[in-house]
């Protein structure tokens, strides 16, 4: 049996191992969770920031359906950021989460400031949940962090049918 610092430690790196998944793609030539494997040589990325990368400003903008990629990437990295406000700093609101779908049409400055702030995001939420692989296991944590990743999948599954609409 694990003492509780060892089953937090285990539990916050296992959920952050799926979100880094879903966000950065597979480790080159590692089996993968959920995602189709990146090859050796690092191609065949099928995660969340790769996938913004591959679209165009023009790409991203193009409405399909009556949405964008650009408004599904803006708010999903405004979901991490709220996770982090909510479990680091207390805050409990309210969110925007209709304007959290903005900007959904973007130029090239702004396209490369979405998948920054996405990157930034979930660079935060990492070390944020870095912090709790010491302690004991936190349900609210890690149902924060569980969710974190449901919200990431599904995001990049609908970013990855949307694609399929501009491309």
Known sequence: MTNPSES???A?????GILREAVLGGQPGQ????????KAD???????LATLDALSAA???????GSTVAAHAAHTAYHLEVIVRWERDGDRGPFDWKGSFEPTHVDDPA?????ARLRAAYEDLVAFARTWEGRPVDGDVT?????AVAHVAYHLGAIRQ??????
């Open 111 to 115: 396209w490369a400031a979405v998948r």
């Open 42 to 48: 690092g191609s065949g990325n099928h995660g969340l």
């Open 143 to 147: 149902e924060g962090l569980s969710g």
């Open 59 to 65: 790409q991203a903008s193009q409405d399909v359906l």
């Open 12 to 16: 916050v790196s296992g959920i952050l």
């Open 8 to 10: 937090a430690s285990n």
């Open 162 to 167: 949307l694609v399929k609409g501009v491309q």
């Open 31 to 38: 089996g993968t969770a959920f995602l189709d494997g990146t």
